[in-house]
């Protein structure tokens, strides 16, 4: 299956480096197969100074035996790495800079980690590439960061290499081809390795792109990060709710969607099996979904809203859930699902009527970040869904929906709503004259301030005051006031004058939750399909298993 | 490999469904592999009336011997299927209208079928769903659009299904998991099928993505789309690629870039040993490529100046050149490219510099298409790496040197060149007031009109005259005056007031070959690398293999 034709050494020099590598540990391979315990030996002799190393460090599935491993390895042999991660999760992925191991790291998200990175940034321990988008960095491994080694993690492997990922497919096919294909090194762990291949319930990755399978010593980790306890939304997110079923998704007809991971989302999850229900709203909204399997959508798939949903990744504990509602959910011939994080954020981007999100600042213009003052978060997928593509040809009822001009050359417009609270838990105002991230960007060097989503892109800004229809604005000053007018008692709120809203909310340029129909005294949690973990289990017919710190029974 | 759960049939429609199809067949295969005489009868029981079937139909491979069975299925028994294909290219592509077996159409691209399209939709025997970028079609598969059947073709399958795509990979692995993971019914035909697995080069596709293999009659038709000869390159394509070497790639550092399939730029692929080297830019510019693998880039590749290729698709003769440069190219463990255009067109919209293409029409604003009176050709990759990535955010030097604002939220921009000569041959203007495209969309009653690149996203227009640097432009107005400067002695050229010139050229908005040092008299074809494809042969040291209509020796 390896035969090599006759190559010219001055233009296969990775591959005769690739091969001098793989041949340094013939002595603890078996096969593809290397035991447990030579994990380090092996790192150290297959991974060189100066190497790109790509760490599979997902939004939810970690390589932690690998990460675990290539801590141990000796800085002064291997050192200098520039680190490719779609997301630092882990206290080990900054100890290798702290050791040495590391030098340069280009990302796409860190959430646990974002104090410390800025940290070690300060400090000069650590030197970021850039923060990327997921798809933006998967891009970048074909064409100016191609890595010389790929650690992943999958959840069986057979001994020809034939990787089982699980439902957690996530982000590892996009990173193991541009090592596979390019003469780079591929090594997953697994939290089994199975004799027989008919043992592997399906192959997600073909032993032919991957070089190493190590049984790892404990099962990969997985962050439960998309669970929404019911019990913490409040009625001031079943108002916001309300108002995006409203004022946005009947208004504009959205079909297809992505939502962030937020109480107001989980809320509008929750509604729409009863506030949904109630407007008659069911199959003309919502119907097509890219989003992981959120267990708040449970009541809405149950009563038959929902159609499809395609996962970026996984979510702990839907495992079962997910496998006995193939109809709705990616499963394969197996049974269970896979999920493929490049491919859901291309669906996000390309063939979704609309993204919702939420941000922890939003200036007067409607530009957004989570970059904070000593938090380098990063943005994950938000940038990338959460803007207009331009590349978008094909036309739905809510793309073309927000037409404004009779220009024959006119396109439609993908739907961006931030829906936000005006003031974060804590009193800080959500929406501020300045983002912190301007600063941030300043003191950190950065060539550009790292804004997660331009307000520009930004259709629709959604407050506990109302909506403003910015993609209605005919002038910056005008999407100002618009965004104003919903601002509450922030200081931008407090700027604006009264007297226009008036005027504004005559020009349906935004609209208070009476204009569409949305009675706040119907704003209770009790119009939540599940008010607690425990009903969403029951909605689901005992087929969800929420991890234990989401269980109060 | 294939345990089911017990499944509630309420939640399993689709999958009771595929097994009944596959029941119904049982009798005519033999584990996954068909019969090449049984293909008929078999996608006549496997396909339904009014299913969605992808038809792989891509710019180059194309699953031929599955489109000419499906022509002869009896379209009383399976009818008004939704074709859903990246390209239509095949006269039997369009039979399937005519005999009424498909009557809906999802494409992407439609070069020599473009004529027929537009035909049949007038006749009211086709309906276009939408005219798609690549990416956007199948971001849809996993929202809207998921397909029942797949239809695709790959080069080798073994007795399990496993797939071997060889080089031209292209769209299959992204159209084979939308149905893989959905319940849908995958075929692939292949040239060849092997007993034993070890057989197989290496597994592009795993064999538990697919249902049925089936040997074609003869090999899978590839098209040579991406060779230019370079006999039919002209002076004046010698001029403007001078000038795009200087006045875009030199002076705004321009290192990864696509370039189209015109003449335009395989003459600066072309130029880059010669003018290039002498100007010094080797290592400086065009380092790292998003692109077919072109013959015209032998000589560049050659002389050092490619670190890395991937590729969309493959190319007719350039199989054997391509493996032997694995450090460019892509290649697999067995040592053959592995193309893919999901991830190629990923990497092109979001991690290269550049993008440059040429067009048949624009208009005064630097809006462009394809479309043209009775042609409706689609757009394929072009509105994908044609316009700004809204969700970039990592900076390069060419993306920076974009920004002209000292807006601290200002961000860089991607850079899209239009390269076009002001006449098309035949003496058609290129540059016009009003682009067919507008009165083809009104009279077809699309919802917007078929545009394939917006005059916003347009960075650069570059004529034979020279070069409008329309990212400067502080207005519409400034806009059509920089274009019209350049637009030559067509209509909208005619218009210009030639004293305006002067102050554009002063003030750095356009720029004639002489302002940016280029000599007009150096612009001949002795600055060619290769003046013919038997030169590209030499070059490549005889690996490339023109196909015979490219040889005249």
Chains 1, 2 share one sequence.
């Not at 990173?175 to 004799?195: H, K, S, W």
């Not at 200036?363 to 593509?389: E, Q, Y």
Request: proline letters at 6%; a negative charge.
């Amino acid at each position: 299956m390896q035969a090599q034709r006759k190559l010219d050494p001055q233009w296969s020099k990775r591959r005769t480096e690739k091969h001098r590598r793989l041949a340094s540990i013939a002595h603890l391979a078996d096969g593809p197969v290397l035991r447990t315990a030579d994990i380090v030996a092996a790192l150290q002799a297959l991974i060189s100074s100066g190497d790109r190393v790509v760490l599979e460090g997902n939004n939810q599935k970690q390589a932690d035996f690998l990460s675990r491993a290539l801590v141990q390895i000796d800085p002064s042999k291997v050192n200098n790495l520039h680190l490719i991660m779609p997301s630092v999760s882990r206290p080990e992925h900054l100890d290798l800079f702290e050791r040495g191991i590391a030098r340069k790291l280009d990302f796409a998200f860190a959430g646990a980690q974002s104090l410390r990175i800025s940290q070690l940034l300060q400090d000069g321990i650590l030197e970021v590439g850039a923060i990327h988008t997921y798809v933006e960095l998967y891009g970048r491994l074909y064409v100016d960061l191609c890595p010389n080694v790929v650690l992943v993690a999958g959840f069986k492997a057979d001994r020809q290499g034939n990787l089982y990922t699980g439902s957690s497919t996530e982000d590892t096919p996009a990173l193991v081809e541009a090592a596979a294909f390019r003469d780079g090194i591929v090594i997953a762990q697994v939290n089994e390795i199975v004799d027989d291949p008919a043992d592997l319930p399906r192959v997600d990755i073909p032993g032919s792109w991957i070089d190493f399978v190590v049984q790892a010593d404990k099962p990969f980790f997985l962050e439960p990060l998309f669970t929404r306890d019911p019990r913490l939304i409040k009625p001031v997110h079943v108002l916001m709710a309300m108002m995006a079923i409203r004022g946005v998704y009947e208004r504009h007809q959205v079909q297809s969607l992505n939502h962030g991971i937020g109480f107001n989302t989980a809320a509008i999850e929750l509604i729409l099996p009863t506030y949904g229900e109630k407007l008659g709203l069911k199959g003309k909204i919502c119907k097509n979904w890219t989003l992981n399997p959120h267990p708040t959508l449970i009541p809405a798939i149950e009563s038959g809203w929902v159609e499809s949903v395609h996962c970026f990744g996984g979510e702990l504990g839907m495992e079962n859930y997910v496998a006995a509602r193939p109809d709705v959910f990616f499963t394969g011939k197996d049974g269970s699902m896979r999920s493929n994080r490049a491919l859901c954020q291309l669906a996000g981007q390309y063939a979704v009527d609309l993204f919702i999100g939420s941000t922890l600042q939003m200036d007067g213009l409607g530009n957004s970040s989570t970059v904070t003052r000593g938090r380098l978060t990063g943005f994950g997928g938000a940038p990338n869904m959460g803007h207009d593509p331009g590349g978008r040809r094909h036309p739905t009822p809510a793309w073309l929906d927000l037409i404004e001009t009779d220009d024959p050359l006119a396109r439609g417009k993908k739907l961006v709503v931030q829906m936000v609270e005006t003031f974060q838990g804590g009193g800080q105002p959500t929406i501020v004259e300045t983002l912190d991230a301007v600063a941030v960007g300043k003191e950190s060097g950065m060539p550009i301030a790292p804004i997660m989503i331009y307000g520009d892109d930004v259709t629709h800004v959604l407050t506990e005051e109302g909506i403003a229809y910015l993609y209605k604005a005919r002038s910056l000053e005008e999407r100002k006031a618009m965004i104003a007018a919903v601002a509450g008692v922030t200081p931008i709120g407090m700027h604006h004058d009264p007297a226009s809203t008036a005027k504004l909310r005559k020009d349906g340029l935004i609209a208070l939750p009476e204009d569409m129909g949305v009675n706040r005294n119907e704003a209770t949690r009790s119009l939540l399909a599940a008010k607690s973990v425990a009903d969403l289990v029951t909605w689901s017919d005992g087929l969800y298993e929420p991890p234990a710190k989401f269980r109060s029974w």
